[in-house]
């Protein structure tokens, strides 16, 4: 699988490399297609392939982050069964999944829509190429998938070896497709055993004798002749909470009490994970057999189970409950890292730290999302470009940038009539009035934004900007653009 996160991974027609260093050495972990046909591989060392296709762009390999990547993959794969497990990057660079879909196909039309449905959603996943081998065997499956899944024929980048089949599609697969150690496949081909129809014609015991009992037993676990197991990973512990009522309630104040009580029981967990909300799903089942359903977001990751609750509290109004409710579940449906809060000192323990932050989640919660928006900063340095607006409480992140004062209200810009003066006029003529200056700062330029290319705010030239001020304190901020006359652009409070 190709790295969706590789700064070069959209780049399908570049060489591209991840590099491991064991010890003063740098070679290359894995290659992308592009990095093949220009002759490098998996496993050179990085100063020969860098002669070999000098135009080679290359990253450290993170394996961790591959591992990462895979167990999110593996956890997305239970969708399909709850049987999954990871095999990790090898030398070369190629890792995988296994999935035992044993009693499972039926739900998606049988193992060939399995499969392409899988292999979809991988490459819908930003993974470009996607090989999925399915057999009897994980000897098989790992073969199939490895040399059999090409890019060609009517099921792309998909291999389905039928019942039985194993013996005849695998034996005229070179031999690396047992799964065998690096030395031994060299010793094979030394002695000029290259397919795996070569060694199904030897008897066992002198190969056993000279390589030892890997060969024969790989050779078995493809066939079916032994089994071979896998451990499944443990499953995900959902962040989810239910409780069932000794009788229904109805009244809203039983329902926020319900409410608040589920909150509070995901809080010891939350705070052991370092992890705090950021969505929630609330699951009301009625006596009837329906359920009522309630979904609220935070601005910014938390676990004070009565903000939480206050967010559901919004979204109650008109809540039909029939006959009863006789069971709640909430559900964490977004959880995000959150470091230790303090209490006491400075605040009590039923404080929230921003109290903005709360009013906005629950007017959010009320009126809907993009309902409820607020100024915000841009990276720009260009006055008006530097505002746009979120749908979100302002984060730790949002800081507006350190520049010269700016005014309180921006204004569209407004020619004035020079009276008197230069830089800046003296006496000028705006909106029926003569303004005199009596203080000025300045200038200012602000140029163009020009690596933005064609989407690039204006100014299209550069401006200067003043700031001035008349003898009862009044303070405007001017602009003169070259080429043209002067503006008002703002007024200071």
């Not at 591959?66 to 070369?92: K, V």
């Not at 066992?204 to 024969?216: D, E, K, T």
């Not at 009580?261 to 950021?278: H, M």
């Not at 200067?464 to 070259?482: K, S």
Request: contains cysteine.
């Amino acid at each position: 699988m190709t790295r969706p996160d590789t700064p070069d991974a959209d780049r399908r027609d570049h060489p591209f490399a991840l590099v491991t260093e064991t010890g003063n050495t740098a070679t290359l972990s894995a290659v992308t297609r592009a990095a093949e046909v220009a002759g490098v591989f998996a496993g050179m060392p990085l100063a020969d392939a860098r002669a070999v296709c000098p135009a080679l762009v290359t990253r450290p390999a993170d394996p961790d982050a591959d591992l990462a990547a895979l167990g999110a993959l593996a956890d997305r794969a239970t969708r399909y069964t709850p049987w999954t497990a990871i095999e990790p990057p090898g030398p070369g660079g190629e890792g995988g999944l296994w999935l035992d879909i044993t009693g499972c196909a039926h739900l998606f039309g049988g193992e060939a829509a399995l499969a392409r449905d899988l292999r979809e959603r991988m490459r819908a996943a930003g993974f470009s190429t996607v090989r999925v081998g399915l057999a009897d065997t994980r000897g098989a499956a790992w073969a199939a998938a490895r040399f059999l899944a090409g890019a060609g024929g009517e099921t792309p980048g998909l291999a389905l070896l039928p019942d039985g089949a194993q013996r005849q599609l695998l034996a005229n697969l070179p031999v690396e497709a047992l799964r065998l150690p690096p030395d031994t496949v060299d010793t094979l081909h030394r002695l000029g055993l290259r397919r795996i129809a070569d060694l199904l014609a030897l008897p066992r015991a002198p190969l056993a004798a000279r390589l030892g009992p890997v060969v024969a037993r790989r050779l078995d676990q493809a066939l079916g002749r032994e089994p071979e197991p896998f451990t499944p990973r443990a499953p995900a512990v959902p962040w989810r909470k239910t409780i069932t009522f000794p009788e229904p309630i109805g009244r809203t104040e039983d329902v926020e009490r319900a409410i608040e009580t589920l909150c509070r029981a995901l809080r010891p967990r939350l705070e052991q994970a370092d992890r705090g909300a950021r969505r929630l799903l609330l699951e009301m089942a009625r006596v009837d057999g329906s359920i009522l359903r309630r979904v609220v977001g935070t601005s910014r990751p938390t676990r004070d189970p009565e903000a939480l609750a206050r967010l559901f509290q919004e979204t109650l109004d008109g809540l039909d409950v029939g006959f009863g409710i006789e069971s709640m579940a909430l559900t964490l449906t977004v959880v995000e890292p959150l470091g230790a809060e303090q209490h006491g000192f400075v605040r009590g323990p039923g404080q929230t730290a921003d109290a903005t932050v709360l009013l906005f989640d629950r007017l959010r919660a009320r009126l809907g999302p993009g309902r409820v928006i607020r100024p915000a900063p841009r990276q720009s340095h260009v006055p008006e470009a530097a505002v746009t607006t979120a749908d979100r409480a302002p984060a730790a992140a949002d800081t507006w940038p350190a520049t010269a004062p700016r005014p309180s209200r921006l204004l569209a810009p407004e020619p004035v009539e020079v009276l008197g003066g230069n830089l800046p006029p003296v006496r000028f003529r705006w909106r029926r009035r003569v303004w005199t200056v009596v203080r000025a700062e300045g200038p200012e330029r602000i140029a163009p934004e020009w690596w933005h290319g064609a989407e690039a705010p204006a100014p299209n030239r550069a401006r200067d900007y003043w700031r001035v001020e008349d003898a009862a304190g009044h303070r405007l901020w001017l602009a003169r653009e070259a080429g043209a006359g002067w503006t008002v652009r703002g007024v200071f409070a």
